[in-house]
Each structure stands twice: as structure tokens, then as C-alpha cells.
């Protein structure tokens, strides 16, 4: 069986070698808000756009962290990546956190979770919906 690729949408306000670096990796579908010229539109309209197109949101904005304005059950996911970071590094984390996240629910024939992920270099806070509850837990790399 195939193994599929994460479908992500980045957000006008993620790095552009971060940016760069998603789209080279074999296992990421990568759109962006520079390829599709909405540079300047809201928070609200990327939200949007990821949701509509099944694509999980990559930023560095941990507004999209708020569960009243975004929430989970509204995306298929969103991955916040600290800013500030070695690009090298950053790239480290996400294949490491892709490891753990993606390839068992892709193996499984799954898809990834509804999670929202606040990534860093040193791991990851992740909050779910199971049932009607959230569930959060941090993972350390």
C-alpha cells in the first residue's frame, strides 16, 4: 500500500525557508499562501482555506492554539512551530513528531488526528478531541 503523503497549508506568516523545507520533504504535500497570492488575508481566512482543502494548518502564529476562535473540530489539524529556531532543527523536530504522528495512522490506513501541535526543537504540547473531551500531553524528544 502506498503510503500517503500529510496534506499541510502554511499560513502567510510561516518563514520561507521553513516554507521551503516542507515542500522538499517526500512525505508532505505542501501548499502555501504565497502560491495561492493570499499573503495579506486573516488568520481567519487561512483557518478556513485549510480546513475546506483537508489540509493541516502550518504556522508559527500560536493564536491559532485558541480553542474558542479555531476550533479543532473545525480543522483537520494545526501545527504551530516556535519561532526563532534553527531551520535545521525545525526540520528535525517535524520528521521526528511525523514519525510518531503520521506514519502509525498512515500505516494503519488512518489519517492524521484532529490535533492541535505546539512543535519545538525539544518536542511537542498536542491537544485532541476524543468523544467530547480534550485531551492534551506533552512528548519530549
Known sequence: MPQRKLRVYCDADIDRPVEDALSDLKQVNCHSARRRRADTRDDL??????????????THDADYLNPSRYPIMETEGVI?????????????????FMEWAWRPANASGGRFRRWKVDLSTRGFHYWERVGGETQTDYINF
Not at 80 to 96: E, N, S, T
Open 45 to 58: 481566512d487561512h483557518f478556513r482555506f485549510a480546513a475546506r482543502h483537508r489540509r493541516v494548518l502550518v
Open 80 to 96: 504551530v512551530i516556535k519561532r526563532g529556531q534553527h531551520q535545521r532543527d525545525v526540520m528535525v523536530a517535524f520528521l521526528r
